[in-house]
């Protein structure tokens, strides 16, 4: 089975502008986290999404959505960007709430 | 609300010596626990987890609901094994696909 995949991998964007970054499922996987990983705070959880129903959230501001499709592929939307935003953010996808789950490559995003 | 402590941030180990990365959690309720790794230049990938009681790698890990741990282990470590190693857990309730993760534990096997 093909692993799960992000795109696109890098981005710069400027402050005050939005990015949508895209996340491909392994086949037949239904739920999609999403995570951002910096250096200080580690790995933290954005939200999930289960059957295009966002059913879980982390303590991100409201600049910070998603969506999913009825195929599985999510995506996240960060609106008006802060350099603070500057991140790797990784998605991933399960069976299950609790099973365990497979990363993407991640997406390398650098806010200037 | 749930939290996965690592205290080591950085282990360094011999080639061949046993090696073990500490995982505290703190948790009321009855939490699946996971250790994932990142070899260089790799995408995160999950090591093992507790209900399975696997051996992967050489890697066990038994989850200790009394001390609240799940401590990584290996008996002989390998150069190979060098990497970030995370644990991380997953409450039951309406925490869907929630991972909480530690901080990671960088290991650097020496030859």
């Known amino acids: 089975k093909a692993g799960v995949t992000q795109t696109p991998r890098y981005l710069i964007k400027t402050r005050g502008q939005q990015v949508t970054l895209s996340c491909s499922p392994i086949?037949?996987?239904?739920?999609v986290s999403w995570y951002q990983q910096t250096p200080g705070q580690g790995l933290q959880f954005l939200f999930e999404?289960?059957?295009?129903?966002?059913?879980n959230k982390g303590n991100f501001p409201g600049r910070f959505s998603g969506r999913q499709f009825s195929n599985s592929r999510s995506e996240m939307n960060v609106s008006t960007l802060e350099l603070g935003d500057s991140a790797l953010y990784l998605c991933?996808?399960?069976?299950?709430?609790?099973?365990?789950?497979?990363f993407g490559p991640g997406t390398r995003l650098t806010v200037t | 609300a749930q939290r996965v402590t690592q205290p080591e941030k950085l282990l360094s180990v011999f080639k061949g010596a046993p090696v073990e990365l500490k995982c505290n959690y703190s948790y009321s309720g009855s939490p699946e626990l996971f250790w994932y790794v990142q070899y260089s230049r790799q995408r995160l990938q999950l090591l093992l987890r507790h209900i399975s009681r696997e051996s992967i790698k050489g890697f066990t890990a038994d989850l200790n609901k009394g001390e609240t741990s799940f401590h990584l282990k290996k008996p002989f470590a390998q150069e190979e094994d060098s990497a970030m190693y995370y644990c991380?857990?997953?409450?039951?309730?309406?925490?869907?696909?929630?991972?909480?993760f530690g901080q990671g534990t960088i290991l650097t096997v020496h030859p």
């Open positions: 086949s037949g996987h239904r739920s």
């Open positions: 999404y289960f059957s295009e129903t966002q059913r």
């Open positions: 991380a857990l997953t409450a039951g309730g309406t925490s869907y696909g929630k991972l909480t």
């Open positions: 991933a996808s399960s069976l299950g709430s609790r099973a365990e789950q497979y």
